[in-house]
T-cell receptor
Framework: GAVVSQHPSWVICKSGTSVKIECRSLDFQATTMFWYRQFPKQSLMLMATSNEGSKATYEQGVEKDKFLINHASLTLSTLTVTSAHPEDSSFYIC????????????FGSGTQLSVL | QKEVEQNSGPLSVPEGAIASLNCTYSDRGSQSFFWYRQYSGKSPELIMFIYSNGDKEDGRFTAQLNKASQYVSLLIRDSQPSDSATYLCAASNSGYALNFGKGTSLLVTP
């Protein structure tokens, strides 16, 4: 299947710092990527839809100034958590959709963020 | 509101048995349906997808879709302890992001 690479796998940071997470589609072009957040024992919650060459679309309740998304190319989207606080600690997962007759969504390996 | 509902479980089945996982969805515009497996602390892994009413088989897995009843299921035959994980059901209205259920925890006991 298609491969989506996500880095870093985990990060520990101090409160108030910013953290950047990268998501790359390795063997296909992804005009659209999605960023999800998952708290322990909860399902994936869509944060935003990242569109190549245009502004991201954020879900209700997600602060666009706090979670900066940049989709600079057809294979790379980044999520920056600005001024992170302990409540931002979560598992962040990116995904990309293949195109064609059988569109499928593939996930990156996820980033566990712990804010101290 | 677009919702995907799953029984959280845990669903416990003995090794070698058939595990049956169920899912209902509220958005009649949903066209594609997916089953993902997620191990603790890991990212979801796509197991199967289905678009048409009926059954779709892939190895030990069978996905079933009934659009009239807005119901999707996943059968796992010859369940193995390594199948123990959380199974996420997701529905998509083509072109949009997936809506996920909260997942069903499956435990296969030796």
């Amino acid at each position: 299947g298609a491969v989506v690479s996500q880095h870093p796998s985990w990060v520990i940071c101090k409160s108030g710092t910013s953290v950047k997470i990268e998501c790359r589609s390795l063997d296909f072009q992804a005009t659209t990527m999605f960023w999800y957040r998952q708290f322990p024992k909860q399902s994936l919650m869509l944060m935003a839809t990242s569109n190549e060459g245009s502004k991201a679309t954020y879900e209700q309740g997600v602060e666009k100034d706090k979670f900066l998304i940049n989709h600079a190319s057809l294979t790379l989207s980044t999520l920056t958590v600005t001024s992170a606080h302990p409540e931002d600690s979560s598992f962040y997962i990116c995904s990309a959709r293949t195109q064609g007759e059988s569109e499928k969504l593939f996930f990156g390996s996820g980033t566990q963020l712990s804010v101290l | 509101q677009k919702e995907v509902e799953q029984n959280s479980g845990p669903l416990s089945v003995p090794e070698g048995a058939i595990a049956s996982l169920n899912c209902t969805y509220s958005d009649r515009g949903s066209q594609s349906f997916f089953w993902y497996r997620q191990y603790s602390g890991k990212s979801p892994e796509l197991i199967m997808f289905i678009y048409s009413n009926g059954d779709k088989e892939d190895g030990r897995f069978t996905a079933q879709l009934n659009k009239a009843s807005q119901y999707v299921s996943l059968l796992i035959r010859d369940s193995q302890p390594s199948d123990s994980a959380t199974y996420l059901c997701a529905a998509s209205n083509s072109g949009y992001a997936l809506n996920f259920g909260k997942g069903t925890s499956l435990l296969v006991t030796p």
